[in-house]
Each structure stands twice: as structure tokens, then as C-alpha cells.
T-cell receptor, first 113, second 114 residues
Framework: QQQVKQSPQSLIVQKGGISIINCAYE??????FPWYQQFPGKGPALLIA?????SEKKEGRFTISFNKSAKQFSLHIMDSQPGDSATYFC????????????FGQGTTLQVKP | NAGVMQNPRHLVRRRGQEARLRCSPM?????VYWYRQLPEEGLKFMVY????????ESGMPKERFSAEFPKEGPSILRIQQVVRGDSAAYFC????????????FGSGTRLTVV
């Protein structure tokens, strides 16, 4: 069974610090790796995504690092802000699949002022 | 652009009743996906539909659950004879082409079975 494992389960960071969330997958047949941000009572919203042909993608304060050989990818939030406090999910899309995302278990981030 | 609309936002059902969850995809989107989120867990895929067709229902429980996306109107996720374990947030997503393009989630329906 294809799985995506996410850690840590929860994370507390001071304002201005770097938040790092890690994910690992157990199957090589993925070709799209998105990260979602979810606020309480809301649906997941796409934050940033990467494909396995690149090792890093940066959008503003958010960076994805991708290590294909280790089957790992991580989200870095630079200069973390209290408004970043939310639950973050990594996900993976199987190759050839038409939209069935496999999600990690989620990380609850709290950024302290 | 109203986004993916789900209703109701909250639904309370007694054990044994039926729950009907509705999802209207974004304008121009013909692919709909349903996910279930249990407390403190990630989202689990349930079913993928296009208009009048079920494409992938590999995540649907074998009994009591069904889904449809008719030619006209919203997609419906139907849970018959609900049990306490069905209590969860149910999210719908839509995309215009399938795959990862323009994949957008709704705000979900929180189902509570009492």
C-alpha cells in the first residue's frame, strides 16, 4: 500500500524562526508532491508543490526540498509568522493517476509571537 | 468564482439515519473527488467521479456508502444507516482536467453521529 509518512505531528516555533516539516514516501511511483495548509473549519488550500525532476522550489517564504534517492521531501517556512499557525499536510500523486492524492498525517504548527 | 461549495457545513444525524452531503464543483470543473478526514488524521481518498461516471471508488467502504455526480446538479455523497464511526469531516475537491491541475478543495461538511 502506498504511504506517505509525515513528521513531526506538532511543532512550536518562535516568530521569525524556521519551521521544518518532513515527509517520506514508500513507493517510487509518484510524480507530484503538493503541500496543503489547513486552518480550523476550512478545507485544505494548496500552498506549494514540486515535481521529482527538481530538488528545490521556492515561493516567497515557503521552500520545498526534494530528495528523490531518499524518497523524502520537506517544507521550510522561513521567518515564520503567527498567521502561519495552521495544520500542514504533505501529499503525493501516483504516476498516471488522475487525482487520487495520498496524504500525510498532518503537522500542527504554532508560531508564538 | 464561488469556489467549491459544500453543504451543509455541519450535519448531525442519529445512528441509523441517512446522511446526504452535497458538493458543487467550481465552474468549468468536471472532475470531483471526495475525501474523509477523521480527527487528528490526514485526508483519506474515497471516490473520484466525472459527470455520470464513477472513475475510482477504491477508497469507499463496501457497504452503506455511495456517491454520484449527475449530469445536472451537485455531486452527492450518501451514507446510509450511519454509525458513530462515520463522524468525520468530509471534503470535496474538483479539478478541470483530472490529475493535479487546478485541484481545489471545499470547506467540508462536518458530520456528527449521535
Amino acid at each position: 500500500q502506498q504511504q506517505v509518512k509525515q513528521s513531526p505531528q506538532s511543532l512550536i516555533v518562535q516568530k521569525g524562526g524556521i519551521s521544518i516539516i518532513n515527509c517520506a514516501y514508500e513507493n517510487t511511483a509518484f510524480d507530484y508532491f503538493p503541500w496543503y495548509q489547513q486552518f480550523p473549519g476550512k478545507g485544505p488550500a494548496l500552498l506549494i508543490a514540486i515535481r521529482p525532476d527538481v530538488s528545490e522550489k521556492k515561493e516567497g517564504r515557503f521552500t520545498i526540498s526534494f530528495n528523490k534517492s531518499a524518497k523524502q521531501f520537506s517544507l521550510h517556512i522561513m521567518d515564520s509568522q503567527p498567521g502561519d499557525s495552521a495544520t500542514y499536510f504533505c501529499a503525493a500523486l501516483p504516476i498516471g493517476n488522475t487525482g487520487k492524492l495520498i496524504f500525510g498525517q498532518g503537522t500542527t504548527l504554532q508560531v508564538k509571537p | 468564482n464561488a469556489g467549491v461549495m459544500q453543504n451543509p457545513r455541519h450535519l448531525v444525524r442519529r445512528r441509523g439515519q441517512e446522511a446526504r452531503l452535497r458538493c458543487s464543483p467550481m465552474k468549468g470543473h468536471s472532475h470531483v473527488y471526495w475525501y474523509r478526514q477523521l480527527p487528528e488524521e490526514g485526508l483519506k481518498f474515497m471516490v473520484y467521479l466525472q459527470k455520470e461516471n464513477i472513475i475510482d471508488e477504491s477508497g469507499m467502504p463496501k457497504e452503506r456508502f455511495s456517491a454520484e455526480f449527475p449530469k445536472e446538479g451537485p455531486s452527492i455523497l450518501r451514507i446510509q444507516q450511519v454509525v458513530r464511526g462515520d463522524s468525520a469531516a468530509y471534503f470535496c475537491a474538483s479539478s478541470p482536467l483530472g490529475g493535479d491541475s487546478g485541484y481545489t478543495f471545499g470547506s467540508g461538511t462536518r458530520l456528527t453521529v449521535v
